[in-house]
């Protein structure tokens, strides 16, 4: 066995760790959704829709690490 | 040189779409404006103001005119595109080429909007601002909305995608394993029974969920970021 596909699967195991604090993130965001809309529950599509604006906009950081482990199992074999 | 299967996808459902929005052309001009709608028109024209109330929101009534016919082919191609692979297609929005170009169309209105109104002169000035020395972060940052965007999209449903291929083979492999416990070691291609099983409830996820959820947001900042370069007195005219 090469030794190089080992250390590209290493390497793509190490990209995805860009997901390792968006998890934190979205939860922190959903969270202070919850808050949200305990304090006025009538805005509660307006505070629905703008929470999943934001969630979508910190995952794009776990995808760039997700696109490049999959660059790098895929492309590099 | 092999070609792609998305390829053909984006073929197949750009000439689909071209067909069914030149036959709905075709039966609004005949259909009676004083009328109740009827048939398919009735979703139609839901979705026509949705989207038109949504941008009048957002940019203001002159520009909400020009905006909705593209904000509503934006919606109905990369909502078909997500959740073609329902039918066992690759989706087209998982070649980088499609998502890149639309963006790239998203980004070119955005310039243009910003050029309408703060000129060619407040145009270059906003390179230098707040300092000088932020010029080459300023043009970074012009080009990152178009990168951005287009990965976002491309990252979303490619990785859908690739989920759903590991599940299959995973299901395929569960299910030989399991033939093969039984029947006592008979080697060959088995029917993968457990993937009818497992797949739907991703499918749902990957598929629909992401896929409209992925929509949401490309319209979404299409929308916003439109709306943010027009002054305000400009949206009440």
Redesign the interface.
Known sequence: MDITRGLIAIGAGLAVCAGMMTGLGEGTCAAHACDAIGRNPEAESKIR?TM??GI??S??VA??G??VS?LLMFVFQ | MTIQSDVYTIILETILMGIAIIALSKKFDKADPMAKPKGILTPVLWAVETVHKTCRDNVGEKTAEKLTPYVLVLWAYIFISNIISLFGLSSPTSNLSVTLLLAFLTWLMIQVVELKYQGIGGYLHGFLEPIPVMLPMNIFGKFSTMVSMSLRLFGNILCGGIMMQLIYSFCQWISTSLVSLITGGVSGTVFNFIAPLVAPLLHAYFDLFAGFIQTLVFVTLTIVLIGNDIPDEAKEA
């Open positions: 829709s999943i604006l979508a906009l995952e794009t995808i760039y997700l696109l999959i």
